[in-house]
C-alpha cells in the first residue's frame, strides 16, 4: 500500500518495527509470497472453508459447496440446496482470517452467492522519532499508541449452466485494505467455466482480476492471474482427487495438489500440498457432517510454523433439483397446450423458457430444433376446421419424430383438402424427404379442382396403362393411407395384382371394394374372372 506508514512531520515506523508489520502484514504461509510477488490482496490467494485448505488449495474443479462463491463461481450449480460457510483461521502474530458465504440455488435462474473474506492483524506499535537536527542520531522514540491492519473483500458471485455439461460463473467483489489511517479499494471482476467431461472427471478454467477498478491512498493494482483445475471423482465419490495450475501476472506459478477419502458415509479425510514450484506447504484435515450440518478441521504447516482452520456449513431447504424439475415440468406443460391447440409460436417461445431453466434437457432442444422446422414453413395451425386440424396432426407427429410416415400420411391428406397450399406443400415435402420417401408430392397438374387424391389416382391409372404396376400399386397405396375405403384405389389395386397374375390378391381387393360399393358391376365382372 504506498504511503501505508504513518508518515507525517517526523513520525516514522523504525526499521525493526517496519520489518515486524511486513512479516504480519501477509502473515500467510511463505507460498503465498512466492506465489504473488507481494503483490496486492494476497490474501485472497489463500483460500476458504476448511475443506479446501485442508486439501491443499486444490479446490478450484472441485468446489461443490458453498466454499465455490470463493473457489470457482462456476461450480455454484452443483449445489442443491441453500448453503451457509463460516471459516476462522488463527494465524499467528495475532492475526486471524475469517470468511463467511451464504449460497443460494434457484430453480432457473443459477445460483447466487454473498461472501465475505478478512485479514486482520492487530497490536502494531506506533512510535514517533525525534533526530538531531544534523539527522545523524535519534534523540527520542515516543510510543504512540497501536493501529491494526485490515483487508476485507466483500464479492457477489453467480453460476449457471449452459448445457448438461458446461457452465459458467461470475463473481463481483470489492477488496478494501485499512492500515491506520490509510486506506485503498479495488472493485474487480473474476470470471470462470466448469467443463464435465464425465461424471468421474471435469476441469476448471478462470480469469481473476479480469477488470479492475482502484481507489484511495496506492498505486498498487490487483494481478491478473490465470487459473485452471481439475478434479477426478471415483468410486463414487467416496474418493476425490484435485490439481489447481494458478499463473498471477508477474510473479512465478504456483500449483496445489489434493485429496479427499470419505472413510464412511459421515466421515472424510483429507491431505494436500502447495508449490511455487518447490513444495511450501502441508495440508491434512478431517471432515464430519451430520445431516444438514458439516464440520471441518484443517491444519497447515509450512516455514513459519502452522496454522489451524475450523470451518461449519448448514445446509437448508429442501432440494432445489426437485423446484426445478418440477418449473421445468409446468413451463413444458404451458408449452404443450399451445403446441397441441396450433399456437407453434408461442409453443416455441415456452419450449425455450424450458431449455434455459434445463439447459441439458436434449428432448426440448429436439422438440425446439423440428419445430422451427415445422414453423418456417407453417407458424400457426389454429381452429377446428378439417385442414388446420390435419395440420396440427401431422405437425405433432413430425415433432414427435417416432413415425414419420404417419406425420406424412396427415400432411398428405391435409394437402388434398387444400392443394393450393403452397407452405402446407413445402412442409410435407420437407416431411417427405426427411422420411427418406424417393417420391415427393407434387402439386395437381390437371384441372385447378384436383386434388392430392385426384392427382394420386391419375398417375395410377396411367402407371396401369404404362404397365408399371409396381408403381401402380404404391401410388393406390398413397391413396389407401389417406383413406383406407376409397373405392377407386382398391379397384386399381386390384386390377395391379391381376395384370401380375396374382389372381388370389386381386380377388382380395376386389371383394373388398363389393363391401364398400355391392352395386359395383364391374368390379363384380372382374372378380368372376378370378374364380
Known sequence: ??????????????????????????????????????????????????????MGGAFFAVADDASASYWNPAALIMLEKKEATAMQASLFADTTLNFFTYANPTASRGTWALSMTQLKSTGFEKIEIT??????????????????????????S??????????????????????????????????AMLQKFSKIYRMAMGIQNVFSIVSGDT????????????ALSLFKGGLVFGFDIAKPQSAAMNWRFGGEYWLMSWSALRFGVMGAPAIQEADFGVGIKYRNFGF????????????????????????????????????????????????????????KSALDSDPGNNDIRRMISRLELAVGYVPDATGGEEVPTLTRRGIISYV????LRTAVNVLRHAFNKAPKNDRLLSLLNMVEKEANLSELTRPPEGPQIFTYIDQRTYDARQSIYDGKYDLAMKRAQDILDLEPNNETALEIMGSAFYLMDQKDKAGVMWEKVLEINPNNKIVRQFLKQTK
Do not use: C
Open 219 to 230: 498505486d498498487d493494482k490487483l494481478p491478473l492471474t490465470l487459473k485452471l483445475g481439475q
Open 1 to 54: 500500500m504506498s504511503g501505508a506508514g504513518p508518515a507525517v512531520r517526523g513520525r516514522f515506523l523504525t526499521g525493526v518495527s517496519f520489518a515486524v508489520f511486513f512479516s504480519t502484514l501477509y502473515p500467510l504461509p511463505s507460498t503465498l509470497s512466492a506465489q504473488s510477488g507481494g503483490q496486492p490482496a494476497q490474501f485472497m490467494s489463500y483460500g476458504a472453508g476448511a475443506r479446501g485448505l485442508g
Open 131 to 156: 533526530p538531531n537536527p544534523a539527522g545523524d542520531e535519534i534523540i527520542d522514540i515516543k510510543s504512540l499508541g497501536t493501529f491494526d491492519n485490515t483487508e476485507r473483500a466483500f464479492a457477489f
Open 158 to 191: 453467480w453460476g449457471r449452466e449452459v448445457s448438461d455439461k458446461l457452465s459458467f460463473g461470475v463473481m463481483a467483489k470489492n477488496i478494501s485494505r485499512r492500515l491506520d489511517t490509510s486506506k485503498d479499494s479495488f472493485n474487480a471482476i473474476d470470471i
Open 400 to 403: 414427435d419424430g417416432n413415425d
Open 296 to 351: 471441518d478441521v484443517a491444519q497447515g504447516v509450512h516455514a513459519l510454523g502452522s496454522t489451524t482452520r475450523f470451518s461449519v456449513t448448514m445446509r437448508m431447504g429442501r432440494s432445489n433439483r426437485a423446484k426445478h424439475e418440477k418449473e421445468v415440468r409446468d413451463i413444458i406443460r404451458q408449452a404443450m397446450q399451445y403446441f397441441k391447440s396450433g399456437y407453434f409460436t408461442k409453443a416455441i417461445a415456452k419450449l
